[in-house]
């Protein structure tokens, strides 16, 4: 436990002082929330009302699938985890400490959006807090399953650009932080419900703003919490201490379990 401790205070200090990772924990999740906070309310009155969620979930979003992946790769093909594993730091440190220490740093993020929305956007705070914590702990189970999912079956940094990018725009988009999916158009709100912020969204308004939403708010977690949990079930078996073991190659075709539940919500919703 203690060398856990230690491992994972390490993590939290790696998030400050790497730049990449202080870039991705901190200064773009903040620096768009100050920047649409003050742009898309004078556009949109009614963005006011979403501030909030979407800043909270684009935060989750960029430090989790935008950030770990990388240093999760970096860390196969430099060696770092062949020397964790003869050093004796098992595969479960060598996953969780990264998805921990980012989630911590994410808690940061979002409670300073919490504390300054309502005072320099006058951004309406969530009539339920449990609700909105019950989001977002669906919230990085999702993101954070798939950041370990791209880190895992990606061989460099520039193959997790292309995964991450690919989830990163349409969620941007067409995923309800942007435009409530309301206001799209009824095909493209379709494809809208095979991304994982359709849900946070749908779910946030339910539970944290007792709004009536098209989808149960139950379902949204379940759908939300499910693919994260195959995700670091898949990341947990397709786990390489480096990229000489090519013996898992071919079951990366696995990681498509991952988007199961949002196919089959976006069939039966």
């Known amino acids: 436990m203690k060398a856990f401790s230690m491992h994972l205070l390490f993590g939290l200090k790696s998030g400050l002082r790497d730049k990449e990772l202080l870039l991705m924990n901190y200064l773009f999740p903040l620096g768009f929330y100050f920047v649409i906070g003050a742009i898309m309310p004078k556009l949109n009155p009614q963005y006011g009302d979403i ?73 309406e705070l969530p009539t339920s807090i449990f609700g909105l914590i019950l989001v977002f702990i669906a919230s990085t189970i999702t993101f954070a399953g798939f950041a370990n999912l791209i880190g895992v079956i990606a061989d460099s940094t520039s193959v997790t650009v292309i995964f991450a990018q690919a989830l990163f725009l349409p969620s941007m988009l067409i995923g309800g932080l942007m435009f409530p999916s309301s206001l799209l158009p009824e095909s493209v709100s379709a494809f809208g419900k095979l991304l994982p912020t359709t849900y946070a969204m749908d779910a946030y308004q339910a539970l944290a703003e007792n709004i009536d939403t098209s989808i149960n708010p139950v379902i949204s977690l379940l759908v939300l919490i499910s693919s994260g949990i195959i995700s670091f079930f898949i990341s947990w078996y397709l786990f390489r201490l480096d990229n000489n073991n090519t013996s898992k190659s071919k079951g990366k075709i696995w990681a498509i379990g991952s988007l199961i539940p949002f196919v089959l919500a976006a069939i039966f919703l």
Do not use: C, D, E, Q
Not at 75 to 101: D, H
């Open 51 to 123: 501030l909030i969620p979407s800043m909270m979930i684009f935060s989750i979003l960029v430090s989790t699938v935008l950030g770990m992946p990388n240093s999760f790769v970096t860390s196969r093909n430099s060696g770092i985890f062949r020397s964790y594993k003869i050093n004796g730091v098992s595969k479960l440190s060598m996953i969780a400490i990264p998805t921990v220490s980012t989630i911590m740093h994410t808690i940061i993020v979002t409670t300073i959006i919490l504390i300054s929305a309502p005072i320099l956007y006058k951004a």
